[in-house]
C-alpha cells in the first residue's frame, strides 16, 4: 500500500503563493503517474496537475501552478502562485501504478483575505 504524504497547506491572501509537497516512502519512479487534484465544499473532487514525461494542468490553473518531482528526494510538488479564493480546497496527492491509484490524506489550502 503506497503511502503518500502532503504538506504545505495553509492560509494565504489572495495573490500570495503557496508549495505543497507529496512525498512518498518508498521510490516514486514505479509510478506511472503522480498529480495532485482539489475538492472544495460542495464540488467534486478535480484535476489540478499531472505530471508523467509530460506535464498536465487543469485550464483553471495554467500559468499560475507548476507541477514537478524530485526523485532523490520521491517528492512531488505543486507550487501555487497568484492564488485566487476559488482555489481554496483540500488538496490531494495522487499516485497511479498498474492501474490502481493511490491518495494521500489532503491538505487544506485557503485563500482569503
Known amino acids: 500500500q503506497a503511502q503518500l504524504v502532503e504538506s504545505g497547506g495553509g492560509l494565504v491572501r489572495p495573490g500570495g503563493s503557496l508549495r505543497l509537497s507529496c512525498a512518498y516512502s518508498g521510490s516514486i519512479l514505479g509510478f506511472a503517474s503522480m498529480g495532485w487534484y482539489r475538492q472544495a465544499p460542495g464540488k467534486q473532487r478535480e484535476l489540478v496537475a499531472v505530471i508523467t514525461s509530460i506535464t498536465v494542468y487543469a485550464d483553471s490553473v495554467k500559468g499560475r501552478f507548476t507541477i514537478s518531482r524530485d526523485n532523490a528526494k520521491n517528492t512531488v510538488y505543486l507550487q501555487m502562485t497568484s492564488l485566487k479564493p476559488e482555489d481554496t480546497a483540500v488538496y490531494y496527492c495522487?499516485?497511479?501504478?498498474?492501474?490502481?491509484?493511490?491518495w494521500g490524506q489532503g491538505t487544506q489550502v485557503t485563500v482569503s483575505s
Open positions: 495522487n499516485a497511479q501504478r498498474l492501474g490502481v491509484g493511490y
